[in-house]
């Protein structure tokens, strides 16, 4: 019924709701301005390359210098490095609207990355020990599609923490209008590493006494054999700094270690140095593999890594008892249980003559919910994908597998990642191809919404 009087075109309150939205202007805002102290050193950073891409050159024009010349290179340089620094922070903007995060940035050639709210999946703070120090933070984010993380660097703490909650609460469906009030989910500590058990764990990897012995033996064989110094130091250099990395590096890295559950993903914190807060984004993890080396077993301790798609977050506990490291991964994938060692069936023993020995540490076990696939001896990794992540299912046969009956199948998942059992049967492994197919339809049919905080 139209009332009398009343214009028939007239638009309906959605429509008028959204012109109104589209009148209100977008606030954009600057990085915090300590920024500049930071992209200053873009200049010296280019000279320093050069320098090391042509040693010989620089020395040369080193040793032409003079002390006035210096002072006056230094006196260009260093007011060049600052007005750099100060414009490329003062032509840096970011804005947040009603369903996109703006980023413009460049000093001669401009750059406008336009995020979509509803494809952000992961926001990480990160604090470097100078930006601690600073009380800055980087804002990082992860989003579907993308492989490089577009970041904001940097931002007060506390700014960067009250963006971080209104993306998240944006992306999770909230209204603009209450999307500032939701501010931060409450988070519940599940894990927490010890300083110590972490030591422990990494003395008793295989890899880092690898790398150290490399590092210690190789360099004199290779003076031995070449009597050259620029040789020994161009193999010892990466190898000692492969060995850091294996030992030192990942305490640094792992240290405090802690891992809380809340709405809109696992919460993990962790670094000595540089303070990283990064999410695992909810329903976007493709595969968990649960690590066990061999000195590990003994103590009853685990490794768990992730597959997540479109995201850099692999670790998610870096050492833990295995019965709380399977209540973690029971948060990440819900309903899931992980297979004990005895529910995992090894390849027939005619395997062996394809792989002797090593035959003995595959395994698989296919539940309602999960693939799940074991291999390894001295390093025993379980993988277990989701029925509902699996992409493609694919049957292989070598030549000697096939002179022995046996067959592998590889399960991909949507990050890029394939999990295979290896060695079965050739008649179960073309059941298991059929079956798999089926259960990931099904899978993807009665998955949950990924959606933040649902």
């Not at 999410?279 to 066990?292: A, D, F, K, L, N």
């Not at 995992?344 to 395994?363: I, K, V």
Request: with cysteine; net charge positive; glycine share 8%.
């Amino acid at each position: 019924m139209t009332t009398p009087g009343a214009d028939k075109d007239a638009p309906g309150a959605a429509e008028v709701v959204a012109a109104v939205r589209e009148q209100v202007p977008v606030v954009e805002r600057r990085l915090h301005p300590v920024t500049p102290l930071r992209r200053a050193w873009a200049p010296v950073a280019v000279i320093i390359g050069w320098a090391v891409h042509d040693p010989n050159q620089a020395q040369e024009q080193l040793t032409r210098l003079t002390t006035i010349t210096l002072l006056i290179a230094l006196a260009v340089i260093v007011p060049a490095a600052g007005l750099y620094g100060f414009l490329t922070w003062w032509f840096t903007h970011f804005a947040v609207t009603d369903t996109e995060l703006r980023i413009r940035t460049g000093l001669l050639f401009r750059r406008t990355a336009h995020i979509r709210l509803e494809r952000i999946q992961a926001v990480d703070v990160t604090q470097p020990l100078l930006a601690r120090v600073a009380g800055v933070a980087k804002l990082k984010l992860d989003v579907v599609g993308t492989d490089k993380k577009d970041e904001l660097a940097f931002l007060g703490e506390d700014e960067a923490r009250a963006l971080r909650a209104e993306l998240l609460a944006r992306a999770a469906g909230f209204a603009p209008e209450t999307a500032h009030e939701v501010g931060e989910a409450p988070s519940q500590q599940l894990l927490h590493v010890p300083a110590g058990v972490l030591a422990v764990s990494l003395v008793l990897t295989g890899a880092t006494w690898g790398s150290l012995a490399a590092a210690l033996v190789v360099p004199p064989l290779l003076w031995l054999a070449t009597h050259s110094v620029w040789t020994v130091l161009a193999t010892a250099l990466p190898l000692l700094g492969a060995a850091g990395a294996s030992s030192v590096g990942r305490f640094v890295g792992e240290y405090d270690w802690a891992v809380g559950e809340s709405p809109d993903g696992l919460r993990i914190d962790h670094g000595l140095l540089d303070r990283t807060h990064e999410t695992v984004p909810p329903g976007r993890v493709q595969t968990v593999r649960i690590v066990e080396p061999l000195l590990w077993r003994r103590r009853g301790w685990v490794r768990v890594e992730l597959d997540v798609a479109g995201s850099s977050n692999s670790v998610l506990v870096p050492v833990a008892p295995r019965e709380i490291a399977e209540s973690v991964v029971a948060r990440v994938l819900p309903g899931v249980t992980v297979p004990s060692r005895q529910e995992l069936s090894r390849p027939p023993r005619r395997a062996g003559r394809c792989m002797p020995l090593w035959w003995r540490g595959y395994g698989l076990a296919v539940t309602d919910t999960v693939f799940v696939a074991r291999h390894g001896l001295l390093r025993r990794s379980t993988a277990l994908v989701p029925h509902a992540k699996v992409q493609s299912v694919r049957l292989a046969q070598g030549p000697w597998q096939r002179l022995w009956g046996l067959a592998e199948v590889h399960v991909d998942t949507g990050a890029n990642a394939t999990v295979t059992a290896r060695l079965r049967d050739a008649g179960e492994a073309a059941e298991l191809l059929r079956a798999q197919a089926e259960r990931s339809r099904t899978g993807r049919r009665d998955a949950r919404p990924d959606r933040w905080m649902a």
